[in-house]
């Protein structure tokens, strides 16, 4: 069963950078069934869908967030990343990678398969 | 304030039935998108419930069930029993932002 596993730092100062990466193991990253996204959720409140990366190029983000967030993918590493520029409290979140099936047009997808989620803390 | 209205609590008692319902509008759900329903219990990652409106996943209990109509979803649940009190959350896709959106999240508590 494909599994996909958040890391990164656990604490980033306001106005920084963070950058989390979700391995993929037990399977491949290249397929053109499945997207993969990031999904972020504030302590105690509901999912912020943050972005998706498609056919190893084609990148879709929240439109809330698109001027600070790029998504990557890295296939000889079987895994893909997000950045997420000039940070404040209000970024302080779990965030969930998860592979998202490609069925159809964008209308139809759905996050089939998530990580266990890390926590960022935006704080200095 | 989500795109997608859900209750923000439902309550049920054990083996009665309970309904979720998740309400869009013509920019989302009644535009013809699929509705998905995830389920997140306390500490965990969500779980993909239901997907295309009334699916199930391998391995997702037959006590769960969706449906759609015109801007509005709902998740059905029969049978309840004591480890379905956690949250819910629905799932769409709104045109006018071009964003997957969610619901706020409902939390179903057991009697």
């Known amino acids: 069963q494909l599994q996909l596993q958040e890391s990164g730092p656990g604490l980033v100062k306001p106005s920084e950078t963070l950058s989390l990466t979700c391995s993929v193991s037990a399977g491949s990253i290249s397929s053109s069934r499945y997207s993969w996204g990031w999904i972020r959720q504030p302590p105690w409140k509901g999912l912020e869908w943050i972005g998706n990366?498609?056919?190893?190029?084609?990148?879709y983000y929240n439109p809330s967030l698109k001027s600070r967030v790029t998504i990557s993918v890295d296939t000889s590493k079987n895994h893909f990343s997000l950045t997420l520029t000039s940070v404040t409290a209000a970024d302080t979140a779990v965030y969930y990678c998860?592979?998202?099936?490609?069925?159809?047009?964008?209308?139809?997808?759905?996050?089939?398969?998530w990580g266990r989620g890390t926590l960022v803390t935006v704080s200095s | 304030q989500s795109v997608l209205t859900q209750p923000p609590s439902v309550s049920g008692a054990p083996g009665q039935r309970v309904t979720i319902s998740c309400t869009g509008s013509?920019?989302?759900?009644?535009?013809?998108?699929?509705v998905h329903w995830y389920q997140q219990l306390p500490g965990t990652a969500p779980k993909l419930l239901i997907y295309g409106n009334n699916n199930r996943p391998s391995g997702v209990p037959d006590r769960f069930s969706g449906s759609k109509s015109g801007t509005s979803a709902s998740l059905a649940i029969t049978g309840l029993q004591a480890e379905d009190e956690t949250d819910y959350y629905c799932q769409s896709y709104d045109t006018r932002l071009s964003d997957w959106v969610f619901g706020g999240g409902t939390k179903l508590t057991v009697l």
């Open positions: 990366i498609y056919n190893g190029g084609s990148t």
């Open positions: 013509n920019f989302n759900i009644g535009a013809g998108y699929d």
């Open positions: 998860a592979r998202t099936r490609a069925v159809g047009g964008r209308g139809y997808w759905y996050f089939d398969l």
